[in-house]
């Protein structure tokens, strides 16, 4: 019908055919009234009024009269459910707000028509009522590793290895902590289980006293051929050593002393093997063989009795390697050594922390030792589970599980606490996040959205800010119904909590890819060669070694080490110093509520003396990273120019204009380019020499961007990447690649052009700001609420922005903006979870 009265618009008429068509536009057009107005109303007619004729002027030379770019053709929308399709317009309104569309060099509409077509997309089609905004589906979120660690941490002291005990969480929208990503395998329950013993275990004192313990660390141990490797004391298989440490006793008793040993093989097999023998007060205790094991603890226990002064403790390694096989890279780490006594009772101390889980003596009687056991897990459950047990038979259940334990035989009391609580670190009532609407709720069950009550409330904040359980203070508010009133307050006294670094760590981490700078894979040294336009001598280097020209070999390697030398070292603290730098970046615009530009473009950065040595930046001296004003004319400032943010945007061996102007595009400015086609070919494909030289990265992408295939998306990264070519592979700056100047000049699809990475920084804040304001939005609502964006999150999203506007951009208006709005606060009846205890 669409395409038929545009016919009919344009078409010359006369005579009886005007007549004829005439007749057949007035059944096919809307209705409207004396005065030419509308009178349909309905979404779909206010399409056809107002919205399709913005769409024939500025889109239908892409999307209509037969043409589909990206399979959208606006003259083949038939039906109303056509018209309406939320997806579909989503994009629409996407793309012209960010300038994508109409394309480039086509006229823009003007801010009456913008207005117009959002004004009916977030209201017509998408639905969206102002006054009560959707605020999306609840997702039952599972602590992801992050949070099972803080939370285990805070709830009973234990700093448990979630990293190196359960699987890494899966992602989703580019984040760890998405409810829907989040799910519990059979073998995920496994290891839930396991650590839950292991946990209460170490945190839950079996005995009200206990002979007193003290420790030893291996880096006491010196000696012969005593090494350091990781902080900690360090031996190696194929050289001999002898190292001992010293210890005092104050009373005479006896004494159990256990050494804590670990052999890390680097490869397998490695044919090394040592003996090691250790003693105490030169007595022999421990005489064994060890070869090759990936990373296995031992530990050996001797008991000795002594009387009150110094003890010595001595380890000997003697490699016994057999002849000819010298070669091995085994080392033995020496753990420590931990010494427990008297062992006799009358020196036996109060057990540190029994008082916290016990608070009082245990009762005699059976039914008086069942109350204390029910007093004790109630407050204990609700804790972990974050909220009042609903169901007065839960704290008697978990009793009654406790009472089975300590009834057997030879079981205490404190054992069978132990056992509840490690049922209560196993429950999905502590693994998830379980949410209730508030009690207003419950009596207007036909509302569509409800307030979750003030206990979910308290744990959004404080996963969200912390990422751990809510603290006394959030839970008496909620007991109380007073965190919503206090909401500010509180806000502000977490983010001045050590624990808000949590929120600078894992949000970064994963907006800007900072948590992997430590461990993605580089090779300075062909970064480096490449720069000076050297990265031939490798391959002659290689041929020398091959051809056993020892003297060229050692020349060439001469010549290899003077380029990279000359450079500044990536090292694993470099690396680190670059994750901290944006952390603390992150974290100091947060709480001093900075200017969110200043993520962009600021005159200032965190460094210590080794990154500071690594950017060039004079006169830091120190370990300890701080705040520093850079130098005038510094192309530092700012997140995009940071070590962290170059270093995951380059390749191994070179940068990566792509990846760097992909990651403006989509974590900055929130208009990322579809994934690239099938059988793309390598970007090296197009690296054949040019006049005989070498090509610059730049002249190899406009080889690429010749391809129609390539084109339409390259166009927007790589003049974006291309602005970042200053800094190398590693985060250095140069002014050459392959003894060519780089040049910086670009332009960005929406047409401002810029000569330099400062240029485009400006460009950013200036020209796209309201493009950052609404894509940070974007990614930290996703963060705060566990889903990703949907369309009816559109009007959240715009509010927070205009805050933004009104407030000069500062960090608060953009935290309280997610704190305060529908997604955060909110959750839909429908998809409620009624939480039974």
């Not at 540190?352 to 889980?357: A, I, L, M, Q």
């Amino acid at each position: 019908m669409n395409s038929t009265i545009r016919a009919i618009r344009k078409a010359p008429l006369a005579g009886a055919s005007f007549i004829a068509l005439g007749l057949i536009t007035a059944a096919l057009l809307p209705a409207t009234n004396s005065d030419g107005a509308v009178t349909d109303n309905s979404p779909v007619g206010v399409y056809h009024s107002s919205v399709l004729p913005i769409l024939e002027d500025h889109c239908f030379e892409c999307h209509g009269d037969g043409y589909d770019k990206g399979k959208v053709a606006f003259d083949r929308l038939e039906t109303d459910e056509q018209v309406l399709k939320p997806d579909l317009w989503l994009r629409v309104l996407l793309n012209t707000r960010a300038g994508l569309m109409p394309a480039e060099r086509k006229p823009r509409l003007s801010e009456k028509e913008q207005a117009t077509l959002e004004r009916w997309i977030k209201y017509d089609v998408f639905k969206i009522d102002p006054a009560n905004p959707d605020p999306g589906r609840v997702t039952v979120r599972r602590l992801n590793r992050v949070e099972y660690r803080n939370t285990v941490k805070d709830l009973l002291g234990v700093d448990y290895n979630t990293d190196h005990e359960f699987p890494p969480d899966d992602s989703g929208f580019g984040f760890d902590n998405i409810g829907d990503a989040l799910t519990v395998s059979p073998m995920l329950m496994e290891k839930y289980v396991a650590a839950a013993q292991a946990v209460v275990a170490e945190a839950v004192p079996l005995q009200a006293r206990k002979p007193a313990q003290s420790f030893v660390p291996g880096s006491n141990f010196n000696g012969t051929n005593a090494r350091t490797k990781w902080e900690q004391r360090q031996l190696v298989f194929n050289e001999p050593a002898s190292i001992a440490a010293k210890y005092r006793n104050e009373l005479p008793g006896t004494y159990r002393v256990t050494l804590e040993l670990q052999v890390n093989g680097s490869y397998f097999p490695d044919p090394g093997r040592a003996r090691i023998v250790s003693k105490v007060d030169g007595k022999e205790f421990l005489d064994q063989e060890f070869g090759y094991y990936d990373e296995k603890r031992f530990s050996f226990e001797t008991t000795q009795t002594w009387t009150p002064g110094e003890h010595t403790f001595s380890i000997e390694l003697a490699p016994t390697v057999p002849e000819g096989k010298k070669e091995t890279i085994i080392d033995l780490f020496v753990k420590g050594v931990t010494v427990e006594g008297p062992l006799e009772k009358e020196h036996w101390v109060a057990t540190e922390k029994y008082d916290h889980f016990i608070p009082r003596a245990v009762p005699k009687g059976r039914k008086e030792q069942r109350a204390y056991a029910t007093e004790i897990l109630t407050a204990f459950a609700e804790k972990a589970y974050r909220r009042p047990l609903r169901d007065e038979d839960t704290g008697a259940r978990l009793a009654a599980l406790a009472e089975a334990t300590y009834t057997q035989k030879g079981k205490t009391f404190e054992q069978g606490i132990a056992h509840a609580m490690s049922a209560v670190l196993a429950s999905p009532r502590f693994l998830f996040r379980l949410e209730a609407p508030a009690t207003s709720a419950l009596s207007a069950p036909s509302a569509r959205f409800a307030e979750v009550d003030e206990y979910s409330l308290a744990s959004r904040l404080s996963y969200f800010l912390w990422s751990t359980m809510p603290d006394a203070e959030l839970m008496s508010l909620a007991s109380r119904g007073q965190l919503r009133a206090n909401l500010d307050a509180q806000v502000k006294r977490m983010l001045a909590d050590p624990r808000a670094d949590n929120l600078a760590r894992n949000f970064t981490g994963q907006w800007l890819q900072a948590r992997d700078v430590e461990g993605i894979a580089s090779n300075p040294r062909d970064i480096i060669l490449r720069d000076a336009g050297e990265e031939g001598l490798l391959g002659e280097l290689f041929m020398a070694w091959r051809a056993q020209d020892e003297k060229k070999a050692k020349e060439l390697a001469a010549r290899v080490d003077s380029i990279v030398d000359a450079k500044p070292d990536l090292s694993n603290k470099v690396r680190a110093a670059m994750r901290q730098e944006t952390e603390q970046y992150f974290a100091y615009v947060m709480r001093e509520n900075r200017p969110i530009t200043e993520f962009i473009q600021s005159d200032y950065t965190f460094v210590n003396e080794l990154l500071a040595n690594f950017y060039g930046i004079p006169q830091v001296t120190g370990d300890e990273m701080r705040k520093v004003t850079l130098p005038a004319g510094s192309p530092r400032g700012g997140m995009l120019t940071q070590g962290s943010a170059l270093l995951v945007t380059s390749n191994p061996d070179r940068t990566s204009p792509v990846k760097r102007g992909l990651f403006v595009l989509a974590n900055f400015l929130g208009t990322p380019p579809p994934p690239p086609p099938a059988n793309v070919p390598a970007l090296e494909a197009s690296d054949a020499p040019i006049n005989g030289k070498q090509p610059l990265l730049r002249d190899v992408l406009k080889v690429h961007r010749e391809s129609p295939m390539c084109a339409s998306c390259h166009n927007r990264m790589d003049p974006i990447g291309l602005a970042f070519e200053n800094f190398n592979g590693v985060g250095l700056w140069r002014d050459a690649e392959r003894k060519q100047p780089i040049t910086s000049e670009g332009s960005l699809i929406t047409g401002e052009t810029f000569g330099s990475v400062a240029d485009l920084k400006r460009i950013l804040v200036n020209k796209h700001r309201e493009d950052f304001y609404r894509t940070l939005t974007g990614k930290l609502l996703t963060y705060a609420t566990g889903r990703g964006m949907e369309y009816y999150d559109v009007e959240t999203i715009d509010r927070i922005v205009k805050r933004l506007d009104e407030g000069d951009g500062q960090f608060s208006a953009l935290l309280m903006g997610v704190i305060e709005s529908a997604p955060f606060q909110k959750m839909r009846t429908q998809a409620t979870m009624t939480v039974a205890n």
